[in-house]
């Protein structure tokens, strides 16, 4: 998966370059726009990372250290299981996004997301133009064409998360390892032992730093094995570049240490879903997703670049001109990665960061022979006229299936309007809890009611023990018995959830409670719901604000 280093420094801003490169830095504009999108607050974690900032800075401030403590280590925010043990690993993240949304609001935030992602995009395009032997118009055009062909593996996530700030790292190292810029360079281990302790507390796929950095150590180590040398063994003990990776893989494990909860902190990737008893979309495999009816066509098509993924990496092991070791070391980077893309649909980013630039190594050489060969009929005027009907045709197709083109209607910075009169709404009316919230909303509600009301739960399955998830919060959506349990054993005085929530139960749940006298629907909008307990205590909000029953509907 190497570049070619003479290639990679000859990439410099020049007016010719630019004539060049104009396809690429169309395609960056275009799938920029994926990421100027409203943000909606209702169902994503931004909220919470927020409020995340909010308390622990505050309290630092103060020179308390109990509080920021609290955030980093147990389930800060419900009145459910306050003390559950569990790691906050995104807080600084949270600290970051809240400065900005001081300073910009969410349209800072938004921005910001658009920043890093385009960031994220441009590093794996050129990443992918230091595999072309020689800057090309065709390899150039080749390089914008796989990339926009590939590019929904990216833009499928365009929500403002710490994720984000994975993919642009994770890009990096990539770009950095694969021209073996990074042994060249020493000042840039510096830099990059830097940049993973930002990563290690800004979000869980920190864990991606040191486990590439790894892969290139055992590419050279099956390179040396493989090759021609008769004194291979001793190489291994011998060679620069084995000790270079050595050092760079052991510093970037080392330095995810440096974190709030040292060691536990840096394993955390390996043990999250020991307890993780909520199925989060994101989570799913791309044939759960299918079963489902998620954007069937947007599933199908991941299955299917994962598939010439793996066949072309296949063909790879023939190719005699690649050492046999790089050939086996793709396999087994590429392999895993085809596979976690499918088992978890949030690693497709990933998978894309590597795919891109693999797919144009590969046929980078077939497409120019096949530019050559017939050269000549690219004068024809017949022929261009019919490629240029059949390149429009095509093109019209692939925008038809929809996720290559961006959700005009939600184009813009910031929150959706309207986002905050249901919160609004709560403490205008000076409502107050326990608050029964579903699992989506919680984000939302740590964002608007936190510290004034502490929730049900959050939008973390991990910050909950799984006995809770299933045999509370799940089984009360749909079991009238456990629910009434729920409410004797709480006190709930108000719920506050998401419509739109398609768990298993939560639409029925719902009917249940608007039909079910002892609860009263006193707020409906296009995405929340509030009811609030039919008691002496509510009977002001009753009064005033009560819905009838004949506006909800069972479909």
Known sequence: MGVDLATLYSITVTKTHLKLFWPIILLLLYFSSFYLVYINLFNSDIGR??????????????????????????????????DFPTINHHWFFGIFAYFLHIVGGFELLTWFNWLLNTAAFALILATAIATLQQKSKVGIVFVAIIGFFLMPLLTHRDEVRPESISLLFFSLYYFLFSSGLILKKKWLFAIILG???????????????????????????????????KNRVRLLFTDKKIRLWFALTFGLFAVSIVNPN?????????????????????????????????NVLLYSYFIAISFIAL?????TLRNKEVPLGKRIAQLLLLTPFIFLANKINRMSPFFAVLVIPFIVQVCHKFINH????HKQ?????????????VTCIVLILVLKLGFFVPHISMIGAGVLSDTYIPAHFFLENNLHGPVFNNYDIGGYLAYNLFPKEKLFLDNRPEAYAGEFLTDEYLAALKDEAVWKSLVQKYQLN????????????????????????????VF?????????????QNKSVIDRYKLPQELFVMR
């Open 49 to 82: 990372h927020i409020a995340n900032g909010r308390v622990i800075w505050d309290n630092l401030k103060s020179g308390s250290l109990h509080s920021p403590a609290s955030v980093l280590t147990t389930n800060f925010y419900s009145f459910t299981q306050t």
């Open 195 to 229: 940049i993973q302790i930002i990563w290690v507390n800004s979000h869980l796929f920190f864990i991606l730093g040191p486990l590439l950095a790894g892969y290139f150590l055992f590419e050279r180590v099956l390179t040396l094995l493989f090759g021609n040398s």
């Open 262 to 294: 040292g060691l536990a902190g840096a394993l955390a990737p390996l043990q999250i879903f020991n307890n993780y008893a909520y199925r989060v979309a994101e989570n799913q495999s791309t044939f759960f997703m299918i079963k489902y009816g998620a």
């Open 311 to 315: 066949l072309l990496t296949l063909c």
């Open 370 to 373: 096949l530019y050559e060969k």
């Open 377 to 389: 009929k690219f004068q024809d005027s017949i022929f261009i006229m019919g490629g240029s009907t």
């Open 494 to 521: 108000v719920i506050f959830f998401l419509r739109h929530d398609q768990i298993d139960g939560a639409q029925q749940f719902l009917y249940n409670r608007v039909t079910d006298p002892e609860w009263v629907p």
């Open 524 to 536: 409906v909008d296009d995405f929340v719901l509030i009811l609030v307990k039919n008691s002496e």
